[in-house]
């Protein structure tokens, strides 16, 4: 099941436990000693720069499938996701910020070049004002062989939060790849905590043994799987990467948003509950995909006004994983928490200069 760490860090006391979180979340995804010792590094330097540079923040530390999407049947490797969100002063010079020795507050401004060094990825946006996202992955480097297929073309990311600081969640995000075919999917279990969280993880274990499938067929494979849960809302987005074309379908209330240049649209679901009542017919919607796309999928724990990513600047070279965040980051505030569990899960292409 989804499992999510939240750790908010108002004050050094919960340092400590941003260091025990990623420890717990490697050893759920198998690393070993090495790479546990990584993520809780990169936990606790995180932390601390939380209370060094934005008077606190929150980590969101959780398992999940790797930014490229995996080929075949069977579930991905699993890394460590360690996202650091904040509403702090933000970061004028991110690239300096990146960098051993940079420092704002007459420290050593090792914190971020560590994280940089020890995590398999890292990456860091941040604007005045608003605050900062810093996300690190540790896991099993992807091979070179596997960086180098057609799936590499495009990136996939997203966090997930559960509602009131629960031990899981009951939304899930994930995504396949097959042939010319990379699918991502965002389902969210009715209401939240444990039975939630069976439904929304049942709903990505069949994503991963029917990655083949279109969207409209998957729903209804989802359908039949999710019998005897509580169902789910599940949005289905399939990229078909040798036509360049988008395929949606979704059923019940999860939201998907695509930009295409500089404007949004709206990929609309059906009404219904997978593994509860589907309706008859699951129409699909195409749309060609080109470099200038994004793709977000979102619960509903989103509040219903908030603004797409990139409202504040362009995204689409950023990790999506980030972009994510960021979504999340500015539609809530430590006044204005997240009303329900919440998933926000990214497509976007690779950047020309990133395997």
Request: a neutral charge.
């Amino acid at each position: 099941m989804p499992r999510v760490w939240e750790v908010p860090v108002p004050d050094a006391t919960r340092v400590r436990d941003a260091r025990v979180a990623a420890e717990d979340a490697a050893a759920l995804a198998g690393l070993g000693d090495s790479r546990t010792a990584a993520a809780a590094l990169v936990a606790t330097e995180l932390a601390t720069n939380q209370l060094k540079y934005a008077e606190g923040g929150r980590l969101l530390i959780e398992v999940v499938p790797p930014p490229r999407a995996p080929g075949g049947h069977g579930d991905p490797a699993q890394v460590v996701q360690i996202a650091a969100v904040d509403h702090g002063p933000g970061m004028a010079d991110v690239a300096a910020a990146r960098r051993d020795g940079f420092s704002t507050s007459g420290s050593l401004g090792a914190g971020l070049g560590t994280c940089r060094r020890v995590a398999d990825e890292f990456h860091l946006h941040s604007a005045p004002g608003r605050g900062t996202v810093a996300l690190a992955r540790v896991g099993a480097t992807v091979p070179r062989a596997a960086a180098e297929t057609r799936h590499a073309a495009v990136r996939a990311g997203g966090v997930t939060i559960p509602f009131a600081g629960a031990e899981y969640s009951g939304d899930a995000w994930s995504w396949a790849g097959a042939e010319d075919r990379v699918t991502l999917m965002l389902a969210d279990g009715l209401g939240h905590g444990r039975e939630a969280a069976r439904a929304s993880s049942a709903a990505v274990e069949t994503l991963h043994r029917s990655a083949r499938l279109t969207p409209a067929e998957l729903l209804r494979r989802l359908d039949t799987a999710l019998r005897g849960t509580r169902g789910a809302a599940v949005a289905v987005a399939q990229l078909d990467l040798r036509a360049g074309r988008l395929r949606f379908a979704g059923i019940g209330n999860v939201g998907a948003r695509l930009r295409e240049g500089g404007a949004w649209r709206h990929l609309l679901s059906r009404p219904g509950i997978v593994g509860v009542h589907r309706p008859t017919t699951l129409p699909e919607t195409e749309v060609p995909w080109g470099d200038d796309r994004l793709l977000v999928l979102h619960s509903d724990g989103l509040p219903s006004q908030w603004a797409p990513p990139g409202a504040a600047g362009p995204l689409t070279a950023t990790d999506p994983a980030v972009t994510a965040a960021v979504t999340v980051r500015d539609a809530s505030s430590s006044a204005r928490p997240v009303r329900d569990d919440t998933a926000v899960a990214v497509l976007t292409p690779t950047p020309p200069d990133r395997p």
